[in-house]
């Protein structure tokens, strides 16, 4: 007896959380049109957006898992990295100029970018479906079970889940200091674009990086940095030092998430339970 494997389920939660994100974001140049724009939709969109992308995030690593061969996992990894890294540089600059032609057209823009993912990936011909014989590993329990007795993937679960949300306050912390030492908005852009030039620039480099550094050596180097970075926003409120300071971190970002995939035999014959994980 067989069943369906987990990553189908996971290419319809991508496609999915884009189609839904796509008509949230396109109910705002709607309501702009119409010429009454609730503050509570501004919420529910930025809810659901946010919501969409923790979803779909986690679903993109287990379906890029199927869309590309093992031993090319690793720089797959590094090249959405930095595609993310791209979009944080290149998004602000680009929202402004779109909200200067008019107020409807970053949202509509959004939406439509939403939209042809959808699309994309409903065109996407690869076998998502893995048949699995009753009794093999493979639930989310097995995905947990396997991460305890990994020693290794599981101090790295521990680790990033303590100190994602911690980093992911940095950014707030460094526009209230710049902004409270008299920056001005156009000053904080720049200081946001240098902390993403970091972190795009680490992506560039990740597989070059994977090849010559143990996985441990780079979390060790990222959680270093990131201490480091805490202590020294303490010493300075300006806000070109800031981006850097925080560029430096952001930098060590896109090298872990690919030092970190699998690459042993015993590894590689987990996969699927590390990106169940």
């Known amino acids: 007896m067989e069943r369906a494997d987990a990553l189908g389920a996971q290419v319809a939660d991508l496609v999915a959380c884009d189609g839904v994100r796509a008509l ?11 010429g009454d724009l609730p503050y509570a939709l501004i919420v529910a969109v930025a809810f659901i957006d946010g919501a969409g992308f923790v979803v779909s995030y986690v679903a993109e690593r287990g379906a890029l898992a199927q869309l590309v061969p093992q031993e090319q996992l690793g720089e797959a990894v590094a090249r ?4 993310s890294f791209a979009a944080m540089l290149a998004g602000p600059p680009l929202g402004g100029l779109l909200f200067g ?17 959808t699309t994309s990936m409903l065109l996407i011909r690869t076998e998502f479906q893995e048949s699995r014989v009753e009794g093999q590993r493979g639930g989310i329990a097995d995905g947990l079970r396997w991460l305890w007795h990994e020693r290794f993937f599981r101090a790295c679960a521990l680790l990033f889940a303590g100190g994602n949300p911690i980093f992911s306050g940095v ?33 560039l480099l990740a597989p070059a990086l994977r090849r010559r550094l143990s996985p441990g050596l780079v979390v060790l180097g990222e959680t270093s940095l990131t201490a480091l970075v805490l202590l020294l926003l303490l010493l300075t409120h300006n806000a070109i030092l800031l981006g ?34």
């Open 80 to 83: 959405n990295e930095s595609r």
């Open 171 to 203: 950014y707030l912390l460094i526009v209230v200091l710049a902004r409270r030492h008299g920056a001005s908005s156009a000053l904080v852009g720049v200081m946001l674009g240098i902390a993403a030039a970091g972190g795009l620039l680490g992506a």
């Open 101 to 117: 032609i008019a107020r409807a057209v970053p949202f509509l823009t959004d939406a439509i970018s939403y939209a042809a993912s």
């Open 24 to 34: 949230a974001l396109a109910s705002i140049p709607i309501a702009l049109a119409s």
């Open 244 to 277: 850097l300071i925080v560029a430096a971190a952001e930098f060590s970002t896109p090298v872990t998430a690919p030092a970190i995939q699998p690459t042993s035999g015993r590894e590689r014959a987990h996969t699927d339970l590390n990106f169940r994980v």
